[in-house]
């Protein structure tokens, strides 16, 4: 059996672990001295709460190696196989953790780490299509290709709203995120093998938004694409974004996702972005 799990800095929409089987390891946020685990005694509305009540930036923590190997054995049977997708190991330890606790449970469990090269909603795609190929009666190897090509097409873009959080968690290089916020200006940020980088600056939200889906076009043009769009306690300009992903792109599929607290943690409240790849042909 294939048991296909993600960790919690990946987005998916109400309905998806269910309809696809997929499990969440959760991720643990640290905000004012008090450790939290995401999902569990910590939801998403708690921790915007305590965000603006504390007005700390939160810290989150991968999980070890041994807290992966508890989750795996909770989760599968000894000789299942389990399809782990990571967010990219630029910028966490978690997928380091997944391959050392798949090579402590070798021999139990065949497990597969999978570096998504990106996080939020992509993560949720790619636990999606192999789980349909899975359904669909796809071997293993088959499942890992068409996740490696989703990978290497993947386009993702953001703006952030609040550039504290990224520069304090190191998510982008500090000069840079200095710059802008000196600047008063909103960053675009684009991801780019599996890092962020700013990819333009501009003076007003609503100009980073467009901007934003402006890198987006540019990247996959009339191409049929699955879309998701993804927000951070800001739903407003998640929707506004939608209606313009509708007119801009050649949707197969859209999505609206909020983001995991451990990826919120991280980006700040008000972070907008867009995840689109290619619908595969055939």
């Given at each position: 059996?294939?048991?296909?799990?993600?960790?919690?800095?990946?987005?998916?929409?109400?309905?998806?672990?269910?309809?696809?089987?997929?499990?969440?390891?959760?991720?643990?946020?640290?905000?004012?001295?008090?450790?939290?685990?995401?999902?569990?005694?910590?939801?998403?509305?708690?921790?915007?709460?305590?965000?603006?009540?504390?007005?700390?930036?939160?810290?989150?923590?991968?999980?070890?190696?041994?807290?992966?190997?508890?989750?795996?054995?909770?989760?599968?049977?000894?000789?299942?196989?389990?399809?782990?997708?990571?967010?990219?190991?630029?910028?966490?330890?978690?997928?380091?953790?997944?391959?050392?606790?798949?090579?402590?449970?070798?021999?139990?469990?065949?497990?597969?780490?999978?570096?998504?090269?990106?996080?939020?909603?992509?993560?949720?795609?790619?636990?999606?299509?192999?789980?349909?190929?899975?359904?669909?009666?796809?071997?293993?190897?088959?499942?890992?290709?068409?996740?490696?090509?989703?990978?290497?097409?993947?386009?993702?873009?953001?703006?952030?709203?609040?550039?504290?959080?990224?520069?304090?968690?190191?998510?982008?290089?500090?000069?840079?995120?200095?710059?802008?916020?000196?600047?008063?200006?909103?960053?675009?940020?684009?991801?780019?093998?599996?890092?962020?980088?700013?990819?333009?600056?501009?003076?007003?939200?609503?100009?980073?938004?467009?901007?934003?889906?402006?890198?987006?076009?540019?990247?996959?043009?009339?191409?049929?694409?699955?879309?998701?769009?993804?927000?951070?306690?800001?739903?407003?300009?998640?929707?506004?974004?939608?209606?313009?992903?509708?007119?801009?792109?050649?949707?197969?599929?859209?999505?609206?996702?909020?983001?995991?607290?451990?990826?919120?943690?991280?980006?700040?409240?008000?972070?907008?972005?867009?995840v689109a790849y290619p619908v595969e042909e055939g």
């Amino acid at each position: 059996m294939l048991r296909i799990v993600m960790d919690g800095a990946g987005d998916m929409p109400a309905g998806w672990a269910e309809m696809y089987d997929i499990q969440v390891i959760p991720l643990q946020v640290q905000l004012k001295e008090q450790t939290y685990q995401q999902g569990t005694d910590l939801e998403k509305g708690e921790f915007y709460r305590l965000v603006a009540e504390t007005g700390e930036i939160p810290q989150t923590r991968p999980p070890s190696p041994q807290e992966l190997v508890d989750f795996y054995k909770s989760i599968a049977e000894p000789g299942d196989r389990i399809l782990s997708v990571h967010v990219t190991r630029t910028l966490s330890g978690i997928f380091a953790s997944a391959q050392a606790a798949a090579s402590e449970l070798f021999g139990q469990y065949h497990i597969i780490p999978f570096d998504s090269a990106g996080g939020s909603a992509a993560m949720g795609y790619l636990c999606r299509e192999a789980r349909l190929l899975d359904r669909a009666g796809y071997s293993i190897e088959r499942i890992l290709q068409r996740l490696e090509d989703m990978r290497r097409h993947l386009t993702m873009f953001l703006t952030l709203n609040n550039l504290s959080y990224a520069r304090r968690s190191m998510r982008m290089r500090s000069l840079q995120a200095a710059w802008a916020n000196f600047l008063h200006l909103k960053p675009v940020v684009a991801l780019y093998d599996g890092a962020l980088e700013i990819a333009g600056r501009v003076l007003t939200r609503r100009h980073a938004l467009e901007n934003m889906l402006e890198n987006v076009r540019r990247q996959v043009g009339k191409t049929p694409v699955n879309v998701a769009v993804f927000h951070a306690q800001d739903p407003s300009a998640g929707e506004s974004l939608v209606e313009k992903v509708k007119s801009v792109l050649n949707c197969q599929d859209l999505i609206v996702t909020d983001l995991s607290i451990a990826v919120a943690a991280n980006l700040g409240p008000g972070t907008v972005g867009i995840v689109a790849y290619p619908v595969e042909e055939g």
